[in-house]
Nanobody, 125 residues
Framework: QEQLVESGGGLVQAGGSLTLSCAAS????????MGWFRQAPGKEREFVAS????????IYADSVKGRFTISRDNAKNMVYLEMNRLKPEDTAVYYC??????????????????WGQGTQVTVSS
């Protein structure tokens, strides 16, 4: 069973940058498609970015396109989310998630089988 642990969250001023990391426990990590989601207080969890097996296929929510970059290192069982030009509306708990390729729907929360505990990102204005 895949276990995911996020790190790298924190407090940053608007316009600043943060890079989130997600460490996966299983050596079958490369079999999974990976995603980042976020949840702000009082709101539903929303899709941020997804990446395929090799890292060559990436998809982003319109709200982060051009500012965030998802990447993975299969040799290290790691996924990253580089966040630039952060805005106060990016404030949320960010979650790393994994899904089997047979489960379709890169932006659908319930299609992801494994989740991390989340890391808080706060962007001050």
């Amino acid at each position: 069973q895949e276990q995911l642990v996020e790190s790298g969250g924190g407090l940053v001023q608007a316009g600043g940058s943060l890079t989130l990391s997600c460490a996966a426990s299983e050596r079958t990590f490369s079999d999974y498609f990976m995603g980042w989601f976020r949840q702000a207080p009082g709101k539903e969890r929303e899709f941020v970015a997804s990446i395929g097996w090799s890292g060559s296929s990436t998809i982003y929510a319109d709200s982060v396109k051009g500012r965030f970059t998802i990447s993975r290192d299969n040799a290290k069982n790691m996924v990253y989310l580089e966040m630039n030009r952060l805005k106060p509306e990016d404030t949320a708990v960010y979650y790393c998630a994994a899904r089997s390729p047979s489960r379709l729907g890169y932006a659908i929360v319930r299609q992801y089988e494994y989740w991390g505990q989340g890391t808080q990102v706060t962007v001050s204005s």
